[in-house]
Structure formats: C-alpha cells, structure tokens
C-alpha cells in the first residue's frame, strides 16, 4: 500500500475486523492493579486487555468519554490580568471597590444650570444665563455655579457644585444667539464658547441628564460571582471598578500534534505519496475555539522514538496532548507503538535541553504571545525530570466514524493524552465528542457545551451500521437537518459544510424521511 492509500486509511472506520486495535494498559483508575511508575496509568480489568486470544472490549460513546472525565481534573486557578482571562471561570465572588459612577456627571453634551433658573424658559421667552467656563470629562477643579450662570459640559463630565440639572445643547442657541442649536462648536475653533450668554428655550427637572453617583453600582456592592465566564461585558466591568487582575481557572494549554510521514504542511510541494496535514491545523483551530491556548506542532514521522521524543519536548507546556493518526491495527501506527504497553518517553536528554523553550523544536506556537506564564516551567526541578512510563489504552469505540481511539496521562504530571484516528472526519468528530468536553472540564466547566437539537431529517438515513452511534455530517436550519455528502470519513469538503452532527443511535439501522433525529449543533 502507498503512503498516500496508508493516510487515507489511518485511523479509519471500515467494516470488518481490521480495525480492531490491540487491547493494552487501561485509563481507569478504578480497575485492578497498581498505577506504572512515575505517571502510568493503572493496569485495566481483564477485559481492556490483548493477547488473551479474546476478542478486545468495545466500548460505547458515553463509556470511553466518562472515562477520560473521569481522569481529567480542572485546573488550578491563577491570578490572571483581566485580558488574559478573558474565556476563563471566575474562581472569586468580586465586589465593587468603587461607586459607578464614582461621581455625578452628565449624560449629555449641554449646559450645568440651576433648574430654578430655568423653570420658565420657553422659545419666545428664553432663560439668559452667564456662561462661567467648561467643564470637560476628566476635568478636576470645578466652578461653583450661582444663580443666574451656567457652565458647558460635556457628555461624562463632572457636575458642578450648585447645578442640579443638564439643558442639552439642542435645547439651547449654543451661546451664538438666534435658534436652537445643534451641536457645539470645537473648543480649539470658538474657545468664546465658554463665555458670554446662553439661552436657554426648555425648561429642565431636577436631576435630568445627570448620571448619578453610585446608580449602576454601589461601593461595596457585589459584581460578578464565582463561575461567572469572563466575557467582553465582564472585563469590562471588572477594568469599570478598577480591577487589574482576577482569580480564575486558566485556558488549558493544548498542544495539537498529527503522525505520519505522508504529511507535508500547506505551501509545500507535494511529492510522490504525499498529503497535506490537514489535521493539526483543524484541530488547533477546533482547541481555540473551544478555549484552550493552542500549539500546532509540525507532523511527526511513522517513527515510535521520534514520537515519544516529541511528546516529552511538549509536556512542559501541555496540559492536555492531542494526536491525530497512528491508532488502529497497521504495521506504521506509531502512537499505538509509541505508547502501548511499557512504552517509555525517553530520559536520557540533558535536563537543560528538556527545559530549553516553550515552542520546542519544529513547532508553531498559534497561542498568543502574552499568553499566561508556564506553571510547569516555573515549578523547580520536577518540572524538567523525564516523564517516565506513559501508558495509553486504545481502544475499540462502537462508533462511526471513530472506532479506533487513545487515551492514558502521562509524564510525571501525569498529562491527559488523547489519540484521535487520522482520517479528517474521523478525528474532528473525535474531537467535538471527547477533546472538547476534556477542554471544558480543565476550565471548570460542563463538559456538555454543545447544544443538542431534536430536528426533522426529511431525507432520512438509508443504512445505519447496527451496534454502532453513526455521526453523519447534516445542515440545520429551523428545525429541519440535511445530510451533507457521504459517509467517508476523509471527505474533508462535507465536512466544511456542515453545521451539525446527525447521531443515529446504536440500535438504528435506517431513519424513515421525515422522522425527527438528534443534531448536534457545530455552533
């Protein structure tokens, strides 16, 4: 078989017995034996493991995602600058150190009067005022204003002393005489404004146009509780109240990796047997949008210890690890080769040159430059030690597509590691059903963040393998879900042009046009 024919095969979901993967080392910390040294995973029940002559455990959706939640802990929480924490779960109940407003100011561009001076204006008579000077946004020493005066103010200026109410400037001539102004002229152009005479045609209350102290938010008063997620609005009203910094679960950093020696990245010539890694890109791209902080590496060749030297450059920065490819049953599936069984990460690297960056060799880094500090850099000698044994269990999913799937942690920390297979669909499917949720749950979320939909499919399903949940790519609008092209797991252009996940569960072997299905909206 070409490289090329192997790419298209790896990972995938056909029918039949060659897709079964070899039963190995188990995630469930419930099972059995004792854990591996130094960041295994426990040794699974019987019924994880190959080589007995048995035909290997499948597991169901729901079992292998419980599984990994199961292992995956949130994060612990940083004080983190408020832009940094933008996407994150606020660990702390904050409260306003400050009114806001923390001071009267006006609402409008117009003028500060006295409202007993202008009860009786009118447009036939108007009230004349003496205009004292202006007082701008920001502005610090404020004139007292008496009867018979006004000031010029402008919109989030304070108000001052003696004044109890704003007369737009449209409700007045602007100080130029003649009718109804509308709009004051540039205090560089006509610096008279802030002299002379105003009239003014419309009486105004007491109060009106003026924001008061304290009447979106009290000193002291409670803001934002623990939980919250951070938004826009949020970082807004945290900088509002004068809040530098907050206390929250950090974005997980992800560290996205494909495997195979076919790969070439995008603006590369193809040669012979070669395909572009399409991959990494997708699922860095599927990591960001689900919140993480995101590191592409570039494609790992068919070769266990350059995988396993891979993996150990990346565990510094990682808080989760995600590899496409490499996991089902062929000669070159080196994930499965790189960490089954007592598979070790190699150790024998100086510890300065396992320190050595945050990028490591051969990787881009898609995180943002001022992305939060390395906990792990930063944690002393432990922090460089060589990640020991790192076991994963792969296992055998009743699932389509996506049968084939890895999971262990590994290192001395311990880090999750989930091994998608490798056709596109196959592990963005993957992803939104087993990476995402283990996403949500190192911010501290839910990990079900998808809305799921009951929608009619007025085509309906034709076949639907039996024993297995068939995720079929579909188009949803108002109620209705359409599939889009076919179930190839490497038809990476339906993929692009779905918005939704059409789920026919496990005992469904057609849908009838017309018939309501579940739809997992991509959203």
């Not at 039949?16 to 591996?36: L, M, Q, R, S, Y």
């Not at 803001?223 to 530098?244: E, W």
């Not at 997980?252 to 047997?273: A, D, F, H, I, K």
């Not at 072997?509 to 017309?514: A, C, F, K």
Request: overall charge negative; charged content about 20%; aromatic content about 4%.
């Amino acid at each position: 078989m070409s490289t090329a024919e192997q790419a298209a095969e790896r990972g995938a979901a056909p029918t039949g017995g060659a897709e079964e993967p070899e039963g190995t080392a188990g995630a469930d910390g419930t099972a059995g034996t004792a854990a591996g040294p130094e960041g295994g995973v426990p040794s699974p029940p019987p019924d994880h493991q190959g080589g007995t002559g048995a035909a290997p455990r499948v597991w169901s959706v729901d079992e292998h995602l419980a599984d990994i939640l199961r292992h995956v802990q949130p994060l612990e929480p940083l004080e983190l600058q408020i832009l940094d924490a933008q996407g994150c779960v606020l660990v702390e109940d904050v409260t306003a150190a400050v009114a806001l407003p923390p001071f009267d100011n006006s609402s409008m561009d117009g003028y500060a009067v006295r409202t007993a001076d202008v009860v009786d204006a009118t447009g036939e008579s108007p009230a004349v005022l003496t205009v004292i000077g202006d007082i701008a946004a920001g502005s610090g020493r404020l004139p007292t204003i008496r009867p018979g005066e006004a000031a010029r103010i402008m919109t989030g200026a304070p108000l001052p002393p003696g004044a109890d109410t704003v007369v737009p400037v449209e409700w007045t001539d602007g100080g130029a005489g003649g009718g109804p102004a509308t709009a004051m002229r540039a205090h560089s152009a006509a610096p008279e404004g802030a002299g002379g005479e105003v009239s003014v045609h419309r009486p105004a209350e007491a109060g009106q146009h003026i924001r008061p102290r304290g009447g979106d938010v009290s000193a002291g008063a409670p803001v934002l509780s623990a939980g919250t997620v951070l938004g826009p609005p949020q970082i807004g009203l945290l900088a509002a109240i004068g809040r530098a910094t907050v206390r929250v679960r950090p974005r997980p950093r992800v560290v996205v990796m494909s495997t195979g020696s076919e790969l070439v990245p995008p603006g590369t010539q193809l040669g012979p047997g070669r395909i572009h890694d399409s991959n990494s890109f997708a699922l860095t791209a599927a990591a960001r949008d689900a919140g993480a902080i995101a590191y592409r590496v570039t494609a790992v060749a068919d070769d266990a210890a350059s995988l396993r030297t891979a993996v150990e450059d990346q565990l510094l920065r990682a808080d989760l690890v995600v590899t496409s490819g490499g996991v089902s049953v062929g000669a070159y599936d080196v994930v499965k080769e790189a960490f089954s069984g007592d598979a070790t990460v190699p150790a024998d690297r100086p510890a300065e040159q396992r320190a050595e960056t945050d990028t490591g060799p051969d990787t881009e880094a898609t995180a943002e430059p001022d992305a939060e500090p390395d906990e792990k850099a930063e944690a002393g000698p432990a922090a460089v030690a060589p990640p020991g044994p790192g076991r994963v269990d792969f296992r055998r999913l009743a699932m389509q597509p996506g049968k084939p799937q890895g999971f262990g942690r590994i290192g001395p920390d311990r880090t999750p590691l989930l091994a998608l297979p490798g056709n596109p669909v196959s592990a963005y499917v993957s992803f939104e059903l087993f990476v995402r949720p283990a996403i949500r749950a190192l911010m501290g979320f839910a990990p079900d963040g998808r809305e799921t939909v009951r929608a009619i499919c007025p085509e309906g399903i034709a076949s639907s393998p039996e024993g297995k949940r068939q995720f079929l790519r579909g188009r949803y609008a108002d109620g209705v879900v359409t599939p889009v092209g076919g179930p190839g797991s490497h038809l990476v252009k339906a993929l692009a042009d779905a918005d939704a996940l059409i789920v026919v569960p496990e005992d469904t072997t057609s849908v009838p046009p017309g018939s309501e299905v579940e739809a997992i909206l991509l959203r």
